[in-house]
Structure formats: structure tokens, C-alpha cells
């Protein structure tokens, strides 16, 4: 018996979130005293694997058929399930994603599961099997025992720190038997977008609001994400008036984000926006006006003018590089 443990990709790139959901699997493994393998699917290189290996893999499972790298929902669930029966794992770990919040709920109706979503800790596991969850947009949690046999658990971004073991990780292939009502859906494309570092999967994003006053001065915020390695992303006032992409738009409407930190520019901080940046870590707010909400959401905040404050603190972040 193993804890199984998801490992996502895209583009053949196995996700940062997924390093965090092995670290969590093999604490919960360490735990029960048992191994860690893991599952990845699509076209993923041997170096890659490798790589993911080190943060606590002790046995990697790879299908590389190509209907996997066009993340068909029900093909997906079924190579999880049946890696899941093949390895006798009574533990499943997913990281919490879109496509995983699809995933999880039908491997837990073929297993017959118990499932425990956007859990923040590992099992308290001295009267069951009880999870901590984030719920309400991260405003409150919940403890809930899973009582069935076989437990899926999806992980949220940024609960679990990422723990590089050093260890290596047998890699097997692996072919599940997908039927055809597994490729009942057909991908005919797929439209990214596009930039140096998605929102979704970076570690530090840049945000701006209507402080910023014009679309053309969004070069304050590019310039501070470029020397920060960081994402882009704004309020929903600013892509409602088209200054930037809608892709971009962050909030409880838009794409909620889990950075190490989040650094909100001329955001006042509307309930749908905190709701939608809850998950980060450390969150620093920038603004003109001493009242405005974003700063009782904030850990760190600047009262000022961001024309004059974001000049040199890209310049101060450039020196210290």
C-alpha cells in the first residue's frame, strides 16, 4: 500500500504545485509508515520525472499516451483510479486546481471514496481520519472526518512547504485501459494566454487597480514584475474598461491566486478582490488613501503615491540583485 499522489503538467512541465503535493504525500506517508508513488501522465520528459522524484517520489508511474496531454477530464480520472487499485493506495493526494477540482469527484464515485477538498493541513489522524479546510474563500475552515475506506484528498496552494529530499524514484510505465466513452470528448483546441509567467502559476504577482489612473502607465507595474520575476494581474474595474486583459483580472469573478506574495497597486480591495487573493502569503498593499480596505487584508502596507513609491522600489529590487 502506497499514498498516491497526482503529478500535474503542462506542456510537458511538471507544475511547481505539484512539487508541494509529493512534500505533502510524503509527510502523510512518512506518517503511516508506508512509500509515495506517484502519477504522471501526458508527454513529460525522463529528466523532468527525475526531478520531481526528489521531493519524495519513491516510485513514479508514467502513461504517456497522448490523449493525456489534452487533459480529458474522464481519461484522466480513469488512469488515477486504476493506479490507485494498482497500487493498493488507500490514500490519493491531488494539488487543488481547476482540472483537479473536475478529477477528484468522479475518481471518488469509482472508488467509492470519501473526499476532503482544499484541505490546508496534513490528517489529524488520532480518532479517524480528520482534514482542515479552507472554505468560504479562505474566510473560515472546517474540520471534517472521511470516513471511507479509500480517502482523496486535494491539496490548497501554498499549505504544505516544498521539501527537496534528495531521493530517487523508480519510473514505470504505465498503461490504463481507457474505454471509449474515455475519449467521448474531443479536444479540437485550445486557447492560452499569454505572458512570461501565468497567473495561476506564479509565486509573486504585481497587481494593479484604477490608482493607476491610465492603461498607459501599467509600465510601473510591468517594470516592477519584470525585475521580480512576477505575474501581472489587476482589478476588475481595469479590465472591465479594457486597460488589460480579462485573463489578468484577479478576484473572487476572476482568477484567484496563491503567491508567496501578492503586492496590490491602487486596489482599494472590494470583497470579490480579497476574496479572489485570500490564499497568498504575504500580501503588501500600495495606496493614496490611509482608509482604503485592502490595507485590514494586507500583512504590509504603504500609504502614498504609487507614481513616486513604485520607481524605487523597482530600482531598490534591481540593486539588491
Same mark, same amino acid.
Given at each position: %500500500? ?19 503535493? /509529493? ?14 508513488? @506517484? ?23 508514467? $502513461? ?8 480529458? !477530464?474522464?481519461?484522466?480520472? =480513469? ?12 490514500? /490519493? ?20 471514496? *470519501? ?9 489529524? %489522524? ?28 486535494? !491539496? ?23 474505454? $471509449? ?8 483546441? =485550445?486557447?492560452? $494566454? ?38 501581472? *494581474? ?28 501578492? /503586492? @496590490? ?8 478582490? /480579497?476574496? *479572489? ?45
Amino acid at each position: %500500500m502506497s499514498v498516491l499522489v497526482f503529478i500535474e503538467s503542462a506542456e510537458g512541465e511538471i507544475k511547481k504545485s505539484s512539487f508541494e503535493a /509529493i512534500s505533502y504525500a510524503k509527510s502523510l506517508a512518512d506518517s503511516l509508515g508506508t512509500s509515495v508513488t @506517484a502519477l504522471a501522465l501526458g508527454t513529460i520528459s525522463q529528466t523532468e520525472l527525475e526531478g520531481a522524484a526528489q521531493y519524495g517520489a519513491d516510485k513514479i508511474l508514467h $502513461a504517456s499516451d497522448a490523449i493525456f496531454d489534452n487533459q480529458v !477530464i474522464n481519461a484522466y480520472a =480513469t488512469a488515477i483510479a486504476e493506479a490507485a487499485i494498482a497500487e493498493s493506495s488507500k490514500v /490519493i493526494v491531488l494539488e487543488k486546481s481547476s482540472i483537479v477540482d473536475a478529477i477528484a469527484p468522479r475518481i471518488a464515485v469509482r472508488l467509492k471514496a *470519501g473526499l476532503g477538498t482544499n484541505v490546508t493541513e496534513l490528517p489529524d %489522524m488520532t480518532n479517524g481520519f480528520q482534514v482542515k479546510r479552507s472554505i468560504f474563500t479562505g474566510k473560515a475552515f472546517s474540520a471534517n472526518k472521511i470516513e471511507g475506506e479509500v480517502k482523496i484528498l486535494t !491539496i490548497k496552494k501554498n499549505a504544505h512547504a516544498i521539501v527537496n529530499h534528495g531521493t530517487a524514484a523508480s519510473i514505470v510505465s504505465f498503461s490504463p485501459a481507457l474505454s $471509449a466513452a474515455d475519449s467521448a470528448v474531443k479536444h479540437l483546441s =485550445t486557447e492560452k $494566454a499569454t505572458g512570461d509567467i501565468l497567473l495561476t502559476e506564479a509565486d509573486i504577482v504585481v497587481s494593479g487597480g484604477r490608482g493607476l489612473k491610465a492603461p498607459e502607465n501599467w509600465g510601473l507595474i510591468e517594470n516592477l514584475a519584470k525585475t521580480l520575476g512576477a505575474a501581472t *494581474g489587476c482589478s476588475k474595474p481595469v479590465s472591465d474598461m479594457h486597460w488589460r486583459p480579462h485573463h489578468e483580472h484577479v478576484g473572487q469573478t476572476g482568477i484567484k491566486v496563491s503567491p508567496s506574495l501578492y /503586492i @496590490a497597486v491602487g486596489i482599494s480591495g472590494a470583497i470579490q478582490h /480579497i476574496a *479572489g487573493i485570500s490564499s497568498s502569503k504575504v500580501i503588501v498593499a500600495i495606496n493614496s488613501d490611509p482608509e482604503a480596505p485592502i490595507f485590514k487584508a494586507a500583512d504590509y502596507g504603504i500609504v502614498g503615491d504609487a507614481f513616486q513609491i513604485l520607481p524605487k522600489l523597482t530600482a531598490a529590487f534591481e540593486a539588491a540583485k
